[in-house]
């Protein structure tokens, strides 16, 4: 079982940056995938941006060239670089690690993010 550890919330002005943190439990160069989700109050968590152990990255098109996603292996960190930050990017932010191919899923239990002036 994985173990997921989410930080760097907070709030934020618009045009703002944060950095968010996901630690895991176990070293991530045994995982076979890794991602960001968002989810916004009364609605359905979206993915953000995740990052495969074979490096392959996807973006949802709304952060593409604001958000980043990289991975610390020797911390066993994942991070989510988030600049140009808009309102409409407020949320709960989930980590998750998918294992193997195949499942299972990890959540961490999330970090709140709130952009406004």
């Known amino acids: 079982q994985v173990q997921l550890v989410e930080s760097g919330g907070g709030l934020v002005q618009p045009g703002g940056s944060l950095r968010l943190s996901c630690a895991a439990s176990e070293t991530i160069l045994s995982i076979y995938a890794m991602g960001w989700y968002r989810q916004a109050p009364g609605k359905q968590r979206v993915l953000v941006a995740t990052i495969t152990r074979g490096g392959p990255i996807n973006y949802a098109d709304s952060v593409k060239g604001r958000f980043t996603i990289s991975r610390d292996t020797a911390k066993n960190t994942v991070y989510l670089q988030m600049n140009s930050l808009k309102p409409e990017d407020t949320g709960v932010y989930y980590c998750?690690?998918?294992?193997?191919?195949?499942?299972?899923?990890?959540w961490g239990q999330g970090t709140q993010v709130t952009v406004s002036s």
């Open positions: 998750k690690a998918v294992p193997g191919v195949l499942g299972p899923e990890y």
